[in-house]
């Protein structure tokens, strides 16, 4: 068995692996099939780019997207690493020269997209050059019961019919156990041995906020992390636009993100924020995976994601670095029916089945009052014994509950009156005692409950009501009007023959505190060596990351190395980043010491 610290020192810049890492190289190393489940910023690509260097032979790598291959090609390169990739984003004579190379036997990986891999003639290139193995990325794609099904996926278990001793890695941050067991049979994996790292991503703060006036929730967040680099993420391409431009509209830099604006606007957009052109990007769950930037140090989801594997993997674009970033969640129960309208236009009533058992745990998720982190673990399979993990809301916010008794009868009593032929904001309106038209067009002013409620303003009604509804009391028609009426289960309470409990309704705040001391850091030095990072980013026409991670440079701004063999210590420097770097960054060490 090679030695595989040397390469992982002089390439990666690491002289300690993360958890499973080696025990996963290994097994790539003895030539068998392999499965890792890993969160995102667990180290992946290191599983499966390491055996690639110390094995004879190119290591082909089955990636989804294609700016995310670039991405980790640049990265690759910087290490001095021999790694090309071959898609439709090439021109021909460039696709050629890559080709060339394959067959000379001088790549370590090349990254292609799925739809490559399966074309009849690339296959019979491949079987003319020596393949040590097969990375098979985001493998969950190959899943029906993934969150991110892609047909062409599907044709992967062509590489056990072409290539059978040829070992197959599959790797992925997020699958259930049946997806799991899917992946593995569409691949036909034999005896694959399965590394299923933590789903815990530690440095992630999880807060779910009720939605109420959410321009300024968002404005003043972004307020409090001026130059942050954050993600939003909205239901629809509209949102998305009107978001976006209320944004830009606050002098916040921020842009959109979306399948509606063409290819070139959409590359603009994600390069601006990966070279930190921009600090925000407001988009659809079709911007994320493609890119491979570490300091995303917020994700909010504007709307409520489709399912908790989606939300898992949203948040899971924040703190790649390992450093602390939040991930917020503005519940409103009102969103799941834009969710149910697009589940009803699915043709297979299993999918239908499958949708809303998904939809119906992120409800559930957003509601709960126990430990977010231990729910996620759980939904993934996995035992955990976090009770209070010190950095979700349910564990750091004292949650009151109230005797909601006389609240709630008067919302039955109000809805009984309307006969199942209004939805919630009308109910809110008679309330609150509102002189709105449509109140005074239906006489509903003439309502013995209309302007009853005085100790409850409209945001923390709906919230009751919305916990009404999840609790079975009341029922909401599923369709666009959303008209809501009683149940039989309603008729106790509102014949006061039980009382009801619930968590009392509260205005919170976005803000939060990092729990994470950086006390040992010299935040000028920091923005000083950001700034110097970006100058060279730009320069050589690079997002700034794949110069130097902010983990690297907060380190630098910790230990203040003082030359080269100090500098060599800093996390993530490796041969190739010490020549090419060591010396610009020192000097600028050097440069702000003498000033102060």
């Not at 809303?356 to 673990?377: G, P, W």
């Not at 968590?503 to 006390?519: I, L, Q, R």
């Amino acid at each position: 068995m090679p030695d595989i610290y040397p390469s992982l020192q002089k390439y990666f810049g690491y002289s300690t692996f993360r958890p499973l890492q080696e025990d996963i190289i290994t097994r790539i190393l003895e030539k068998k099939d392999t499965f890792v489940l890993m969160p995102t910023g667990g180290g992946k690509s290191l599983c499966y780019q390491l055996p690639s260097l110390v094995l004879d032979g190119t290591t082909i790598v089955i990636s989804p997207l294609i700016s995310l291959m670039k991405d980790q090609v640049d990265v690759l390169k910087q290490n001095g690493i021999a790694a090309e990739y071959l898609n439709s984003s090439l021109q021909p004579a460039q696709q050629h020269e890559v080709l060339q190379k394959l067959k000379n036997k001088e790549l370590s990986l090349l990254y292609v997209a799925p739809e490559r891999l399966v074309q009849e003639n690339f296959l019979d290139v491949l079987k003319t050059v020596p393949i040590n193995f097969f990375a098979i990325d985001e493998a969950h794609c190959i899943s029906q019961w993934g969150h991110d099904f892609r047909p062409e996926y599907r044709k992967l278990n062509l590489i056990r019919n072409y290539f059978p001793d040829r070992p197959i890695v599959a790797l992925t941050a997020t699958a259930t156990p049946q997806v799991k067991e899917d992946i593995i049979e569409r691949l036909k994996l034999q005896q694959a041995k399965t590394f299923q790292a933590s789903f815990n991503r530690p440095n992630l703060s999880y807060t779910v906020i009720p939605k109420d006036n959410p321009y300024d929730q968002l404005s003043e967040y972004i307020a409090k992390h001026q130059g942050e680099s954050g993600i939003i993420y909205c239901q629809s391409r509209a949102t998305v636009e009107t978001v976006a431009s209320y944004l830009q509209q606050q002098n916040i830099k921020a842009l959109p993100y979306h399948a509606g604006l063409s290819d070139e606007e959409r590359s603009q957009n994600q390069e601006k924020f990966i070279r930190e052109d921009t600090d925000i990007i407001v988009a659809t769950i079709a911007f994320g995976m493609g890119i491979d930037k570490p300091n995303v140090r917020f994700v909010i989801h504007y709307n409520l994601p489709k399912t908790l594997e989606h939300y898992y993997q949203e948040t899971g674009r924040a703190g790649r670095d390992g450093l602390p970033s939040e991930c917020i969640l503005l519940f409103n129960f009102a969103d799941r029916f834009a969710h149910e309208r697009f589940i009803r236009e699915k043709e297979s009533e299993q999918e239908k089945l499958v949708a809303i058992q998904q939809l119906n745990k992120v409800i559930e998720f957003s509601q709960s009052t126990i430990c977010r982190r231990a729910q996620l673990l759980r939904y993934f399979g996995e035992e955990t014994d976090i009770h209070n993990c010190a950095s979700c809301d349910n564990c750091t916010v004292v949650r009151e509950t109230f005797d909601a008794t006389i609240i709630a009868q008067k919302i039955l009593s109000t809805i009984y009156h309307l006969k199942g032929k209004f939805g919630i904001a009308q109910v809110v309106n008679i309330l609150l005692g509102s002189k709105a038209q449509k109140i005074l067009d239906y006489n509903h002013h003439k309502l013995s409950t209309y302007g009853i409620v005085t100790d409850y303003d409209r945001n923390q009604i709906k919230t009751i009501i919305y916990a009404l509804i999840h609790g079975g009391y009341i029922q909401q028609s599923q369709d666009e009007y959303g008209v809501i009426g009683l149940t039989e289960k309603s008729i106790p309470l509102l014949k006061n023959q039980e009382k009801i409990e619930l968590v009392k309704p509260a205005k919170m705040s976005v803000s939060k505190n990092k729990k994470v001391d950086e006390s040992t850091i010299n935040p000028d030095l920091f923005n000083t060596l950001r700034i110097l990072r970006k100058r060279l980013a730009d320069d050589a026409n690079l997002p700034p990351y794949i110069i130097f991670s902010d983990a690297s440079l907060k380190d630098m701004a910790a230990h203040i190395p003082q030359n080269k063999t100090e500098f060599r210590t800093i996390k993530g420097v490796g041969d190739m980043k010490l020549e090419a770097y060591g010396d610009i960054f020192l000097k600028k060490i050097k440069e702000y010491l003498g000033k102060k």
